[in-house]
């Protein structure tokens, strides 16, 4: 079967760092992408690995290790914006996504 | 337009009641997507559009149909409203079904049926 899991909910303090990490099975796997979702509103898109490794876009930087079924979400220098959900999501065999239920990070003055 | 819309933005609804969420992007997109996001669940996939024409059960398709006459819309009618059917329900695009292309989302339709 195919099965994707994210904390609920991670709580961290303005200025600093936060990892959000994000593991996964599945029979078939064609990328591994990440959404932030703020409270009433749509999904945006954030990032897309499909290799190995680490992919950086300014403060935010996402990280895949096929073998594990690993991914994370590292935020650097949070601000209050940044309070939201993160969507961890993988495409399976069909090109469908799959996604997790998604993680509430609640950043702190 | 720009990008994706939905309509309509909220609905009460009473169970038994027809109805069809509409969805229209602008953007010339291939694949479009209903999906309905739950408290505690991850985003479900219910119908799908891979290119106009043709169209594909999601995870949970059961109690919806949809269609997909022209490139731009793609409307999702519950032909009879249950309960369980309350739900935020999104409708999404993407350029093909590329496995690097990004879906972009409509703002949702917050659906109570009662």
């Known amino acids: 079967g195919q099965n994707i899991d994210q904390p609920t909910e991670m709580t961290a303090t303005e200025g600093a760092i936060v990892q959000i990490n994000c593991t996964y099975q599945?029979?078939?796997?064609?990328?591994l992408f990440w959404y932030q979702q703020h409270a009433g509103e749509a999904p945006t898109f954030l990032s897309y690995?499909?290799l190995d490794g680490l992919e950086e876009k300014g403060r935010f930087s996402s990280f895949l290790s096929r073998s594990k079924g690993y991914s994370y979400l590292l935020l650097k220098e949070l601000q209050m914006k940044d309070s939201a959900s993160y969507l961890c999501a993988h495409m399976d065999s069909n090109y469908q996504l799959i996604w997790g239920a998604g993680t509430k990070l609640i950043i702190k003055p | 337009i720009a990008g994706i819309t939905q309509a309509p933005t909220s609905q009460i609804l009473a169970a038994g009641r027809r109805m069809t969420l509409r969805c229209t992007q602008d953007?010339?997109?291939?694949?479009m997507y209903w999906y309905r996001q739950d408290l505690g669940l991850g985003l479900r996939l219910i119908h799908y559009?891979?290119?106009?024409?043709?169209?594909g059960k999601g995870e949970v398709p059961d109690g919806y149909s949809v269609s997909r006459a022209n490139t731009d819309d793609f409307p999702l009618t519950l032909a009879s409203a249950v309960p369980s059917q309350t739900s935020v329900y999104f409708c999404a695009s993407s350029l093909g079904q590329s496995t690097s292309d990004e879906q972009f989302f409509g703002p949702g339709t917050r659906l109570t049926v009662l």
């Open positions: 953007m010339r997109h291939n694949a």
């Open positions: 559009s891979n290119t106009a024409g043709t169209t």
């Open positions: 599945t029979s078939g796997f064609n990328g």
């Open positions: 690995n499909v």
